[in-house]
Each structure stands twice: as C-alpha cells, then as structure tokens.
C-alpha cells in the first residue's frame, strides 16, 4: 500500500471552494467508488483516493489526465 504523507509546510495545505456543479461530478465520482468497492470486495485496494482506477490504485500520472480529455 502506498504512504501519502502530510504536506511538507502548513502552507502546503489548501482550502477552496468548490462551485455545486464540482460538489455534484465529486459525488457521482463517489457513488461510483462505492459501487465498485462493494462489487469487487477484498479485490478493491482501498487507498482513500478521490481518484482512482477501477480497481481503486492510484492513478498512473501519464495517463490521469488522458481519460477526461476522452470524453
């Protein structure tokens, strides 16, 4: 399992606001993590993640961005 670590600086640490239409494409996100983490079980690497593959494993950061340019 992968370590996340605090941010190295309190500074490091941000806080913003969302806009509803954020807070509502979060949630679906959400929702579909919860399908999935129920569907496959103990196969479903529960790291915590807002965003994750399928399999819920951090996302690989070449190809991160390269699913939203997709749809």
């Known amino acids: 399992m992968p370590a996340y670590d605090d941010p190295k600086t309190p ?3 941000r806080t913003f606001k969302l806009s509803p239409d954020a807070v509502a494409a ?3 996100v959400h929702d579909r993590q919860n399908f999935e983490r129920q ?3 103990d196969a479903y690497a ?3 993640l807002v965003f994750a593959t ?3 494993t951090p996302l690989d950061p ?3 961005s390269s ?3 997709r749809r």
């Open 46 to 48: 529960d790291y915590a």
């Open 62 to 64: 070449t190809n991160a």
């Open 54 to 56: 399928r399999l819920g």
């Open 26 to 28: 979060l949630r679906v």
């Open 67 to 69: 699913g939203s340019r």
């Open 11 to 13: 500074r490091s640490r």
């Open 39 to 41: 569907a496959l079980g």
